[in-house]
């Protein structure tokens, strides 16, 4: 009779020792994970919200309280950089997920020489940013650039035009250059999601008489939309927090024309070693950003379930 009963108290327990081991050997799998995002995202984080309460420097800190955030509400300087910001990011954007959809609908179509279009697609997204912006410099030089030539030589201007001299130019030629940065990974990402579209979809529409655009409007489109919305919003957040680009092309002139939020920062944490008004402005990102990607994802997500629900 013990033996029976010692033998139902060791099967009750061991299941649970061996429970107990699974999660002991999980909680051991996401440690270091757990670690890394600590030390290298919540410590910094923590760190920065706390050098936006101090007026930091070189020469130490002291606490301000809110000063720092009440100084940004009432600087206009501020309002028309958080402005700037916000059409350089959809601006950006918005052609990057046109020139996306075109090109992955071009290369996703049964041409010759198909994979060495796609080959070609990769080097702005493969070579290193800075070497990138470089070449673009050398574009948009007034007397050596081939765009100022092909200017001078068609007549359109009476001499060199330095694209990066002005406020207007300036902007949209670093808008152009971040586009031919970001395009090819949207392209990249559409084409895979079309490559994964049901084949017999578009055959029964072919058979219904279906035209290509209509196939492209109520299928492709459709079916992609869950690339697109994760795709539109990861490219709004890089390129909202893009600085190499206008940093190599302009530094954000001219005249402040291209300073963006994060280039912002970066002149008034490192250049003029102002720490905790720099640390102010990058709170002030990380809101913007949050209430822009919740905003942003309740709005995608209401068009992705307006499509897959057959309403269109």
Known sequence: MVNVVEAASF?????????LSEAVFGWLLIGPAMLFI???????????VRLSFMEAGLGGEEYVGLANYED???????????????????LSVALKLILGLIGATLLNAAVPGRGLFRVLVMP???????????????????????LSGTMMSLGITDGPFEFLAYKQSA???????????????????????MQGVPRDLYEAAYVD????WYRFRRITIPQIMPVIVSMSLLSAIFTF????IIWILTEGGPRGATTTLIVDTYKTAISNFKFGEGSARAVVIVVLLGAFSLIYLFFLNKVNKYYGSGKK
């Open 124 to 146: 702005p997204w493969v070579i290193p940013i800075a070497i990138g912006c470089i070449g673009w410099l050398w574009l948009y030089n007034g007397y050596f650039g081939i």
């Open 11 to 19: 099967k009750t327990e061991a299941p649970r020792k061996r429970v």
């Open 241 to 244: 927090n893009s600085f190499e």
């Open 38 to 48: 600590a030390v290298i995202v919540a410590w910094p984080l923590a760190e920065t």
């Open 171 to 193: 902007f949209y030629s670093a808008v152009v250059t971040d586009v031919w940065v970001g395009t090819p990974m949207v392209t990249l990402f559409f084409l895979a999601a």
């Open 72 to 90: 940004l509400l009432e600087s206009r300087k501020f309002h028309d950089t958080i402005v700037r910001t916000f059409y350089w990011m959809f």
């Open 209 to 212: 008489g279906a035209s290509r």
